[in-house]
C-alpha cells in the first residue's frame, strides 16, 4: 500500500461526531462512538511518522509524557510535516504505513497516552484505553 490509497474519512467522521456529542455533553453517544473508533482503527493502516525505524515521539506536558502523531491521509502528512518544520522537528523524519499496534511495546510505556491524529489540526488523540 502507498500514501496515496490511505483514506481514512469514517474516522474523520467518526471524530467530528465525537467532538459534536461533546458540544451537546452526550456521553453515551461519545463512548459509542469511541467503541466505533475502536473497532474502525483495529485492522487499518496509517501513516505512522518515524526516525530511525522509531515512532516520532512528541512530548505532552513535562513529566514525560507523549503522544505519537498519526495521519489519515497524504494531505494530512503533508501539513504534518509543514507542523514540524516551523517547530523545527523535522529533521530525518519519515514515515511508514502499518496498522497502531506495530509498535506494541508502546502500550507498555506508561508514558505512552497514544496517538494524536493529523497533528496539524490537533484533531483527536486515540488515548490508549482505545488501542
Known amino acids: 500500500m ?14 467530528n461526531m465525537i ?4 458540544e451537546n455533553d452526550n456521553q453515551e453517544a461519545i ?3 469511541e467503541c466505533e473508533i475502536k473497532e474502525y482503527i ?5 501513516i505512522i511518522s518515524v526516525e530511525d525505524g522509531k ?16 495521519f ?3 494531505l494530512e502528512y503533508k501539513n504534518g510535516m509543514q507542523y514540524f518544520s516551523l517547530n523545527v522537528m523535522d529533521e530525518n523524519k519519515e514515515y511508514i504505513i502499518e496498522k497502531l499496534d ?3 511495546k508502546l502500550k507498555e510505556d506508561p508514558n505512552f497516552l497514544g496517538y494524536i491524529v493529523n ?3 490537533v484533531s483527536y488523540i486515540i488515548n490508549i484505553t482505545l488501542l
Open 42 to 46: 483495529r485492522d487499518k493502516e496509517f
Open 119 to 121: 497533528i496539524a489540526r
Open 2 to 15: 502507498n500514501i496515496e490509497e490511505i483514506q481514512h474519512s469514517e474516522l474523520k467522521n467518526h471524530i
Open 102 to 104: 506495530y509498535f506494541k
Open 55 to 70: 515512532p516520532v515521539k512528541i512530548p505532552y506536558a513535562n513529566d514525560g509524557n507523549y503522544l505519537v502523531p498519526i
Open 19 to 22: 467532538y459534536m456529542h461533546g
Open 72 to 74: 489519515t491521509d497524504a
Open 31 to 33: 463512548r459509542k462512538t
